[in-house]
């Protein structure tokens, strides 16, 4: 199983990223799919999560600035971030869940909010 995640960098607060997880060696269409984010000496936080049927969970703190989907023909789950505030610097992490207890990461990608 692989979980490839792309599309981090540096972007000026007040800009966008989108973030995508191409996933192999797995059947993506029975995971539910997740992005998590974490920053030094803190505990890896979810910030949305979509399930096989397409229902959307988001963090408080990233609801209405971030979006979640998935194309199932691609084996890919996408996170559109925009607003970006200097709070949303992290690695993000993906993760394919199998239920209920079977789950995959990825490498993770550095996003980094900085003028």
């Known amino acids: 199983v692989q979980l490839v995640e792309s599309g981090g960098g540096l972007v000026q607060p007040g800009g966008s990223l989108k973030l995508s997880c191409a996933a192999s060696g797995i059947s993506f269409r029975f995971c539910n799919m997740g992005w998590y984010r974490q920053t030094p000496g803190k505990q890896r936080e979810l910030v949305a999560s979509?399930?096989?049927?397409?229902?959307?969970n988001y963090a408080d703190s990233v609801k209405g600035r971030f979006t979640i989907f998935r194309v199932n023909a691609e084996n890919t789950v996408y996170l559109q971030m925009n607003s970006l505030k200097p709070e949303d610097a992290a690695v993000y992490y993906c993760?394919?869940?199998?239920?209920?207890?079977?789950?995959?990461w990825g490498q993770g990608t550095q996003v980094t909010v900085s003028s």
């Open positions: 979509i399930s096989t049927g397409g229902r959307t």
């Open positions: 993760n394919a869940n199998i239920e209920p207890t079977v789950n995959f």
